[in-house]
């Protein structure tokens, strides 16, 4: 397997991780009564308005696709971040740098592409619950994945060394 197509699957397996973390909080906030309907199920809730009524899926068809979205959308942000940050192996200094990463999502997202489709309001004026849990969790989706992949890059050399040294 090429580096760059590890770098790529380290970084999404990891981003699938992440965005489980995130998920988690966003849940819980949204049971504390923090966020109303989550941002994941607005997106799809938005995709699927136009379709005509006999077709348009129910409401928990809709969170489900939400939830498949996001998910999507993490792996596929975990891929960019495993290929953008090849042979950074200290855990500290990606986990940083993924919690940097995370902060850029939420402000492309939340002040960004979401407030321009009318899909929420931008995180400056939208329910401050919601608004915090959006932010913390993208926090902890760029901190998990920004370690696990300085973990998945050490594991790799590691196992790179063995066959070289071992044959």
């Not at 850029?104 to 929420?120: H, K, M, T």
């Not at 913390?136 to 066959?163: I, M, P, T």
Request: aromatic residues 6%; hydrophobic residues 50%; without cysteine.
């Amino acid at each position: 397997m090429t580096d760059r197509l590890s770098d790529l699957l380290v970084g999404a397996r990891a981003g699938l991780v992440a965005t489980a973390a995130m998920s988690l909080l966003m849940l819980a906030a949204r049971a504390a009564g923090l966020t109303g309907r989550l941002p994941p199920a607005r997106i799809a809730d938005e995709a699927t308005k136009e379709l005509p009524p006999a077709g348009r899926p129910s409401r928990g068809q809709r969170d489900a696709l939400g939830a498949i979205l996001h998910f999507g959308f993490g792996a596929a942000l975990g891929a960019l971040f495993g290929l953008t940050t090849s042979g950074l192996r200290r855990v500290g200094a990606s986990t940083a740098l993924g919690i940097g990463f995370g902060t850029v999502v939420y402000a492309i997202s939340y002040l960004g592409w979401i407030p321009a489709l009318n899909i929420l309001p931008p995180a400056t004026e939208d329910r401050p619950g919601r608004s915090i849990t959006m932010l913390l969790g993208h926090w902890l989706f760029g901190g998990v994945l920004g370690a696990l992949v300085a973990l998945g890059d050490e594991r790799r050399e590691v196992a790179s060394r063995a066959r070289h040294r071992f044959g």
